[in-house]
Every structure is written in C-alpha cells, then in structure tokens.
C-alpha cells in the first residue's frame, strides 16, 4: 500500500506538471493567433582573432617558463604596436552553413549577407564553411542565389569544404571564388533525382478505389496511389533532365575549368580526386585556413539568431520541465521506497 500511495502521488504530481504546461501553451498561442510569424532577430559577432589569441597564451601559460613568458609577450607587444602604425588590416567575414534537406539555414544566411554587404569591399573575403548532402532544388537554388550576390558585390568568396559539399550542395560551392577540400570530404553529385512509392497495384488488390482529378495534362504526372501512365513518366523524366541540364549549366557558370559532362554524372569524389577534376582548388581544412588568415587579417564570424516567438520559449521551457520531472521521478523510484 505504502508503494502504490508514494507511486499514484509521483504520477498526480507528474500529470498535474504536464496539464498546467499544456493549458498555458494553449493560451498563449490563441492569444498570439493571427498575429502572424515573427521576423525578428539579431547579429551576433565575434571576432575570431580573439579566440584564438586565448587559445595560445593558454598554452603559452602552460608551457614556457616565467622568463620566456615574460619575453614572448613583450615580443607580442612589440608586433601589435608595429601592426597599428601599418595599413590597416583586411577584413574576413566567416560564415557556417549546416544544410539539411530544406535548406534551413538559408533563413539566417539571407540575413548574415544582407548585414555583411552593407559593409563589406573587395578588400575584404567571406569565407563560407559549408556542410550539405544537398536536398529540394528550389530551397538550395535561394541558398546558391544568396551567395552570388557576394560574387556580384565583388567581395571575394572562399567556400571551405571539411565533409561534404554534395548535389545542393555543390551547387552552394561553385559560386566560390576559390573552393577549398580536406582530403576526404565528398564533393559533387551534380545530378537530380526523385523517387516515390507507388500502392495502386495494392489498393487494386483489395478493390480499393483512388481517383485523381486535374484541370491541365500535367498537372500530375506521377502518383502514390493513382495509376501511372507512361506518358507521365516520360513527362517526369523529361522534366528530371530539363533540372538537371540547369543544374550543369549553373555548374559550368562559376566553375568554367570544369568539363561539365566528365563531372555531371550524379557521383560523387572525395577532396583529392575532385581536385583532379577541378571541381576544388586547394587541400586544406578551414582551421588551416582560418589560422593562416588571423595572423593577417581581422576574423569577425557571423551569424543571425531568430527570436524565438512566447510559445516557442514556453515550448522549451516546458520540454525542460518535463525531462527534469521525469528524471526526478526515476530518481525517488530508485533511491527511495518503491523497489522494496
């Protein structure tokens, strides 16, 4: 009795938790309802050059002597000195982009372009550290088209590549003046391709009906659950080849010393051999070459942070609740009384 009395009071608790969470979300939301999707946002900077000055004299600390410290920063201090009596350094604007299959990120990068432009000369760089499979050509052709305002504006554009720039991907990458690759990372995969399920034969089977109706020949060329025709994979494919011939076109755009019909074959090339196939132009991993840039250049990394909108915020706040209060919960299961 004593364990079902201590178990019905940690589940009346943990319910309790869960309603009140719900009850508030659902408030908050009607009452933000018709309001429409918030834009806001903010630029966050910060400069690399400071990162890694802490990283060495972090190491420096640990590992030379009181004397030798004590001179190399003299040294230091000597060398910025000279450095504020000479021109003033050029300036590197890093950017990230993790793409998934949508493209997401491009709703940050729109914006980081947008601010960067508005300052940036072509005596500075962007340097774009890009990691994509690739994913639904309309998203990836925003995200292509976002960087080739860079290219228009006349700012040098360095694409690093540390695993995979692929499909979408690559087509983000060609519009980089110069392409870096580390040695494994997979590059290419210029292609297009589509694919579904199709269960008429199975509804068939079990004398279910699936009628599509359309205003337009090809409205619907292909089907999951209707009957396919040959005349509509025809269509779908000769609309794969109408993309995929834009795709090369694009390619052979930015990436003139490429043969487009040697490396438009939908495979793929790690980072030595795509360099032989001119789809990169240079070995080198973007630490390597954001630690060479710093002891030249001024590093600022940017990156546009959305707002997160009251329910979003109350969202994760719950889901934090939750998670605390189970844990909790399992912890008094454990520690406590109810595996006598």
């Known amino acids: 009795m004593e364990f079902l009395a201590d178990y019905a009071s940690f589940l009346a608790k943990t319910v309790t938790l869960v309603l009140a969470i719900v009850v508030v979300l659902i408030v908050v939301a009607s009452s933000r309802r018709g309001r429409g999707k918030s834009s806001g946002g903010n630029l966050q900077v910060h400069k690399l050059n400071d990162f890694y000055k802490a990283m ?11 004397d030798q410290l004590k001179a190399q920063r003299k040294r230091e201090a000597k060398a910025a000195k000279q450095a504020k009596k000479s021109e003033t350094p050029s300036r590197v604007f890093v950017l990230d982009f993790d793409g998934d299959l949508k493209a997401s990120a491009v709703e940050s990068l729109r ?22 499979g690739g994913g639904m050509v309309h998203s990836y052709g925003l995200a292509a088209s976002q960087l080739v305002r860079i290219r228009d504006a006349g700012v040098p554009l360095t694409v690093c590549v540390d695993k995979v720039a692929a499909s979408g991907g690559y087509m983000m990458a060609c519009i980089g003046d110069r392409i870096l690759t580390a040695p494994f990372a997979i590059l290419g995969s210029i292609g297009v391709v589509a694919q579904l399920p199709n269960l008429h034969r199975l509804l068939k089977k079990h004398d279910v009906d699936f009628e599509v109706l359309t205003a337009g020949e090809y409205k619907r060329t292909l089907t999951v659950f209707g009957e396919n025709t040959e005349k509509g994979r025809e269509k779908f494919q000769e609309d794969l080849q109408t993309t995929h011939d834009l795709f090369k076109n694009f390619v052979a755009r930015y990436r003139q010393q490429v043969s487009i019909d040697d490396v438009a074959t939908g495979e793929v090339w790690l980072g030595t051999a795509a360099l032989g196939k001119h789809l990169a132009d240079e070995i080198k991993t973007s630490d390597q070459y954001l630690a060479e840039r710093a002891h030249e250049a001024e ?41 006598r």
């Not at 914006?111 to 994509?132: C, G, K």
């Open 56 to 66: 060495r004299e972090r190491l420096e600390q640990s590992v030379l002597e009181k």
């Open 111 to 132: 914006h980081e372009i947008t601010a960067l432009l508005t300052l940036a000369t072509p005596q500075d760089e962007v340097v774009l550290r890009l990691e994509s």
């Open 299 to 339: 590093l600022f990394h940017l990156h546009y942070a959305e707002k997160k909108s009251l329910p979003e915020r109350f969202g994760m706040a719950a889901s934090a609740l939750i998670e605390y209060g189970v844990a909790k919960g399992w912890k008094q299961i454990n520690e406590q009384k109810f595996w």
